[in-house]
Nanobody, 124 residues
């Protein structure tokens, strides 16, 4: 089991930056692949970014490439999502996720472990 707790969401203006954090705990939490998904009101949940266990591999949805960066610090069992140039359409609940394999996240397979989510609201 892996437990995930997100933090760092909030209300910002368009063009601003925000960093989300996800603290992981539990068995093998530093060796699992991690990812971020988001869900906007009335929309389907969608993949945002993924990172493998040691941070050497990353993957992004096309709509965040060049604006968002995923990283991890295994010494702190924490994954980050640094978001820049935020747009109103980035408004959503952002969920931290974990999976035993990075390939599953790259293939957008629904991960088995989810955090409770953190709200990001971008005003125009």
């Amino acid at each position: 089991q892996v437990q995930l707790v997100e933090s760092g969401g909030g209300l910002v203006q368009a063009g601003a930056s925000l960093r989300l954090s996800c603290a992981a705990s539990g068995r093998s939490s530093s060796t699992v692949a991690m990812g971020w998904f988001r869900q906007a009101p009335g929309k389907e949940r969608e993949f945002v970014a993924a990172i493998n266990w040691n941070g050497g591999l990353t993957d992004y949805a096309d709509f965040v490439k060049g604006r968002f960066t995923i990283s991890r610090d295994n010494a702190k069992n924490t994954v980050y999502l640094h978001m820049t140039s935020l747009k109103p359409e980035d408004t959503a609940v952002y969920y931290c996720t974990a999976d035993s394999t990075y390939i599953n996240l790259r293939h957008r397979v629904t991960p088995p472990y989810w955090g409770q989510g953190t709200q990001v609201t971008v005003s125009s």
